[in-house]
């Protein structure tokens, strides 16, 4: 898996001290649309929030089976943390539930995240976790070839998740944003298929 951080330095006075992290999915193509900030991206699974579920861009990226698919994010507003990627087969029902959060509560009485539970190593769903940490207040573009899974799926969810340390909690999506992509992934037949990821036939 290849790893690749490009760092854009933002000065600590242009930094807002209630910001909140946000993030936009360049690739592959997100399945809802996206403003420069990333918004809406609150709620899990897959973004949007209370108020806003978004508005599906139907973007579906082919992929084969068995090899990488490149995934590319930009921050846009600062916060420390790190990221995870998913993949659901059958539904996004079948996607993890956020990081678990060990949290503190200031001399305010806010409660805040410290830092979360990173699966080691992965199982299914989860592809990577603990993905680009960092907390030296700099935004990225950050870019990563993840392995799929050698499978055939007409419609895989593929989540992109940052769990944000030093947080309030948000309403919805605790301390999580999120983004997902709409994959096609089409069985590489040179390949055995993954018996760990099970696609049930539609």
């Not at 001290?17 to 900030?37: C, G, K, V």
């Not at 699966?119 to 993840?146: E, I, S």
């Not at 999580?176 to 994959?183: G, N």
Request: glycine content about 6%; hydrophobic content about 40%; overall charge negative.
């Amino acid at each position: 898996m290849k790893t690749r951080i490009g760092l854009m330095a933002v000065a600590l006075f242009l930094i807002p001290a209630a910001s909140q992290a946000h993030f936009r999915l360049l690739a592959p193509a997100s399945w809802i649309e996206e403003n420069a900030l990333g918004d809406p991206q609150k709620a899990a699974p897959c973004g949007g929030t209370n108020a806003d579920f978004g508005k599906p861009t139907y973007a579906v990226t082919d992929v084969k089976g068995g090899t990488a698919v490149h995934v590319k994010v930009q921050e846009t507003v600062y916060h420390p943390g790190h990221y995870r990627i998913a993949l659901a087969v059958n539904s996004p029902t079948e996607l993890p539930v956020d990081p678990k959060a060990t949290t503190m509560t200031d001399d305010k009485g806010k409660v805040m995240s410290v830092s979360a539970e990173v699966m080691n190593p992965v199982a299914p769903p989860v592809l990577v976790d603990g993905l680009w940490p960092h907390n030296d207040h700099m935004l990225r573009t950050l870019d990563t070839d993840v392995t799929l899974p050698n499978i055939n799926c007409k419609s895989c969810t593929l989540q992109v998740i940052q769990f944000m340390e030093e947080h309030g909690v948000n309403n919805p999506g605790q301390y999580s944003y999120h983004h997902c992509a709409i994959l096609h992934i089409t069985a590489d037949p040179k390949k055995p298929l993954d018996a760990a990821w099970v696609v049930e036939r539609k």
